[in-house]
């Protein structure tokens, strides 16, 4: 069974910087797409940012400018460094992550289970 791990949300003021893992372990043969998205209380989820098997990267108009994404292959890890937070950025965070396992001719997608984002203005 494949499982998302994620780790480094917390609390922190307006403007500063936080940086998310998300790792990936189990029975995997490869990883495709790779991203974030958040959720925010009374609010639906949605796409923070992505990035494929190559490289190519993806952010929400939102996040532009401010959020950087990045993978490690060799770990199966995905990273979002989070940099001139505003309060509006308060969410959970999730990982998010298409999988194809060993033995398996299908890829599927995966979540983590989540991590806490707060921004204090």
């Known amino acids: 069974q494949v499982q998302l791990v994620e780790s480094g949300g917390g609390l922190v003021q307006a403007g500063g910087s936080l940086r998310l893992s998300c790792a990936a372990s189990?029975?995997?043969?490869?990883?495709?797409?790779m991203g974030w998205y958040r959720q925010a209380p009374g609010k639906q989820r949605e796409l923070v940012a992505t990035?494929?098997?190559?490289?190519?990267?993806n952010y929400a108009d939102s996040v532009k400018g401010r959020f950087i994404i990045s993978r490690d292959n060799a770990r199966n890890t995905v990273y979002l460094q989070m940099n001139g937070l505003k309060p509006e950025d308060t969410a959970v965070y999730y990982c998010?992550?298409?999988?194809?396992?060993?033995?398996?001719?299908?890829?599927?997608?995966?979540w983590g289970q989540g991590t806490l984002v707060t921004v204090s203005s």
């Open positions: 189990g029975r995997i043969f490869s990883i495709n797409d």
């Open positions: 998010n992550a298409d999988v194809r396992e060993v033995m398996r001719f299908r890829s599927l997608e995966r």
């Open positions: 990035i494929t098997s190559g490289g190519n990267t």
